[in-house]
């Protein structure tokens, strides 16, 4: 794609030079990315419900929980500083002619904030989690509560490092500061990073568990068709940055697959519920009915 600080000029200030950095959609484009950005934020509300519901964070590695919040913080600052030219066009040429273009960037903060509530539930309920009570069980929770913490710390650490950074390029050299878009683009591959090792540890978690746990099947389901239209969206639509849209197709490969075997050992486990129902009604029937008598 064409980058949103054109070469002829260092700052775009014109009409016609922020007028340049914008991308023209149909209606149904528009409509398509406020369907996928809305269907994205909303996913995240199945999940955070059932860990609040369960008060549980049972078959949840937490392994996986810091490297997506790791990854949406790192996509969403890609987005918002490469974005930064197109979210100033708005003084010139008006929020309605501006918005369509500052979709991807709204979807990307607001996926981050949606699902921030998944760690801090997860550091509120990993006490309660469930199963054995033994010491060594007890201490395998309290140590990747320990862990989870300093995670945590250690991400608004980061995230205030990248804001600090960004801004005081950008107040000396303006959106089209250098060091900032090529901070937001080693960002962009961060989290294709971050993207490669989240669902590693949730797989071999859920694989192990043989079950969903506190993992919201409706939120996967959600996710991964989700995944696949905004794909198509962010790379012909919105044309974004290469460094923006690997990690959602990455993203989107990795749920489908955690997606496929939740179903299967779902599927699994109510069949061989039903098979043990089954059996158990045949156990229980007599070979003969009280009313028949041998002659």
């Known amino acids: 794609m064409s980058d949103d600080c054109p070469t002829s000029f260092l700052n775009p200030n014109t009409h016609h030079e922020y007028d340049m950095v914008l991308v023209n959609m149909s209606d149904f484009s528009i409509f398509l990315g406020i369907a996928v950005t809305l269907g ?34 790192c996509r969403a600052s890609n987005t918002v500083i490469l974005n930064l030219p197109r979210f100033l066009a708005c003084s010139q040429v008006g929020f309605k002619k501006c918005f369509p273009s500052l979709i991807v960037s709204i979807q990307m903060v607001g996926l981050y904030v949606m699902f921030f509530g998944v760690p801090l539930l997860y550091i509120l309920f990993s006490n309660d989690y469930e199963g054995s009570n033994s010491t060594l069980d007890i201490k395998k929770r309290r140590k ?17 490092s990248v804001v600090g950074i960004s801004c005081f390029s950008i107040s000396f050299q303006g959106i089209c500061s250098n060091i900032a878009r090529n901070l937001a683009r080693v960002l962009g591959y961060f989290s294709g990073f971050f993207v490669l090792f ?14 969903s746990g506190s993992i919201s099947i409706i939120t ?8 696949i239209i905004n794909l198509i969206f962010m790379i012909f639509i919105s044309k974004e940055q290469f460094s923006t849209w690997i990690s959602i197709f990455i993203n989107t490969s990795q749920t489908l697959i955690l997606l496929c075997m939740l179903l299967y050992y779902n599927f699994k486990s109510k069949f061989k519920k039903i098979l043990e129902k089954k059996k158990k009604v045949n156990d229980h029937t007599p070979l003969l009915s009280p009313e028949y008598t041998v002659q």
């Open 144 to 160: 990747n509560q320990r862990i989870m913490k300093v995670l945590y710390i250690l991400i608004m650490c980061y995230t205030i």
């Open 220 to 227: 996967l389901a959600i996710q991964a068709p989700g995944g």
């Open 40 to 73: 994205s934020l909303i996913s995240f509300v199945p999940q955070v419900m059932k860990i609040y519901k369960k008060r549980s964070i049972l078959g949840i590695n937490f392994f996986w929980v810091f490297f997506y919040t790791s990854q949406q913080f």
């Open 198 to 211: 989240q669902w590693l540890p949730q797989i071999y978690s859920t694989y192990k568990f043989k079950g």
